[in-house]
């Protein structure tokens, strides 16, 4: 009997699913939050609700599966999105699991215990949690990850041709990934190319995974196949003109317009951040890179990894390693380059990678002294577990943001505290997208007009305001700052400031 029939591997399928899941559920945040680097949620909430579209990129994938979890009648807006960012990622750890346990290169009934520890190394890793339990894109675009490695791993020793609905499915999910998130560039190659390659024999073609360029040949017919694919999985952005036609409070870019459209799908507005880090923080930032790595896994977690990386040899493996191993490097440079205060969280595909090598490290230990006593196997796995279990209790604490009532306080204290038919003038993302959220979604203080100042050069956000708040008169010339143009062009009409600098601050004059 494989190991992913047995009775142990759906034993152990269905402790990670309820133990995991407990968790999330655990620790997810009862509503709208700031925790985690969280800031966002309010937007993408206001945007989902309204039948508008978020910040850049636009997120049409998130924004077409966040709608059906809004439709849930649990909770509020806020948590069901966080409830699909917790179901999103324990579908990631699932397919971990799955991934670890079908690899041909290892057999036996002990195996289920090495998925376990990949799938637990990944879902307990703070990054990965802190993400599950809040409203984000970042666990979505983890599963349209771990699915990708699902398919690639069922290629492994497959020497037959590969057949069409992989290749469509391949370039399927990428491109409805990268309706989630841009950073699906980084996996585009490797996706591509593993499988749309093949090595020449001395009398016919075996179809292969990795390549090195020298005596192979690429498969047009495998990669066309993947193209097709990932444009009918891009179609998913045509959503974007289409909800933005009707005029939406949250717009950006208004991508109604070619001119808007190009700006929001192509992140321009985050273009210099990208390799924007001055070059005297690259050292502390790759510092702090291996702090964090650290971090996810435990002393334990990260020693079985490298030995994992390190001691492991044959074919098949060696493709793993050029998968997982362009994950790791790609990303990890990304992200420290990347000059954003959370850039960290684009780590999360990197320490998924990571943690398939620790499950592989947990194979190799177990498979080597399963062949002296069975039981020094066993004991093996449970202490690997034991320890990753005892990383994740530590870290609990700072995961559990099911009582935090930060963000909505402040809202409701906002608005309880602002004048009628006030203008509120917004500076920082916290702020902001709390009084979208309370104004646009849950439809609160309908007289009060929220302005974002940092948007307001932008054409086409002065065109929203205008649709949104047909009283309110928007200049379309600043002459001094856009604040005080705008609250000169209202008079009559109090002025209130929501500000996010370190700490939420209100005022009204």
Request: net charge neutral.
């Amino acid at each position: 009997m494989s190991s992913s029939h047995s009775p142990l591997h759906w034993i152990s399928f269905t402790i990670l699913t309820l133990s995991l899941g407990g968790v999330y559920i655990s620790t997810l945040a009862p509503g709208l939050t700031w925790a985690h680097n969280g800031a966002d949620g309010g937007d993408l909430i206001s945007a989902v609700a309204t039948g508008g579209v978020p910040h850049p990129s636009g997120y049409p994938t998130y924004l077409l599966l966040a709608g059906a979890f809004q439709l849930i009648p649990l909770g509020s807006l806020a948590f069901r999105m966080n409830l699909l960012s917790a179901v999103c990622a324990l579908a990631a750890a699932v397919l971990v699991y799955l991934t670890v346990v079908r690899l041909p290169f290892f057999t036996g009934s002990l195996l289920w215990e090495a998925g376990l520890v990949a799938a637990l190394a990944y879902g307990l890793s703070p990054l990965a949690w802190s993400q599950a339990v809040i409203t984000e894109v970042y666990s979505l675009q983890a599963l349209f990850l771990a699915l990708l490695l699902y398919l690639w791993s069922s290629r492994l020793e497959d020497s037959s041709p590969i057949p069409i609905r992989y290749d469509v499915a391949t370039g399927l999910v990428c491109g409805l990934a990268m309706g989630n998130h841009l950073t699906t560039l980084f996996i585009l190659p490797v996706a591509f190319l593993m499988g749309g390659v093949v090595r020449r024999s001395n009398e016919l073609q075996v179809q292969e995974k990795m390549f090195f360029w020298s005596g192979w040949n690429i498969q047009w017919k495998s990669i066309g196949w993947r193209l097709a694919g990932l444009v009918v999985g891009l179609l998913v952005y045509i959503t974007l003109p289409l909800r933005a036609a009707s005029n939406p409070p949250i717009n950006w870019g208004n991508p109604a317009t070619l001119k808007g459209f190009l700006w929001l799908v192509s992140g321009r507005l985050y273009s210099g951040l990208l390799f924007g880090v001055p070059g005297n923080f690259i050292l502390p930032r790759i510092q702090y890179w291996a702090n964090l790595l650290i971090d996810q896994f435990g002393w334990v977690g990260l020693v079985i990894g490298l030995y994992g990386l390190f001691t492991l040899q044959g074919s098949s493996v060696k493709k793993i390693y050029l998968f997982t191993g362009w994950l790791f490097i790609a990303f990890s440079i990304f992200s420290i380059s990347y000059n954003s205060y959370d850039s960290d969280v684009y780590l999360i595909p990197a320490f998924m990678a990571y943690a398939l090598w620790v499950g592989l490290g947990a194979a190799a230990l177990i498979k080597l002294l399963q062949h002296r006593k069975a039981w020094l196997g066993i004991l093996a796995g449970m202490f690997i577990i034991a320890a990753l279990v005892i990383t994740a209790i530590m870290h609990y604490p700072a995961m559990d943001v099911s009582h935090d009532r930060t963000a909505e306080a402040y809202g409701t204290a906002a608005f309880n505290s602002t004048p009628v038919d006030a203008i509120i003038f917004t500076d920082g993302d916290q702020v902001t997208f709390t009084l979208w959220y309370f104004r646009f979604a849950l439809h609160q203080r309908p007289d009060v007009t929220v302005v974002v100042t940092g948007l307001l050069p932008y054409d086409w956000y002065r065109a929203t305001l205008q649709s949104t708040y047909p009283s309110l008169s928007v200049p379309g010339v600043a002459h001094g700052p856009w604040e005080a143009t705008v609250a000169q062009a209202n008079p009559g009409r109090s002025a209130c400031f929501a500000t996010y600098q370190n700490t939420a601050a209100f005022s009204c004059h």
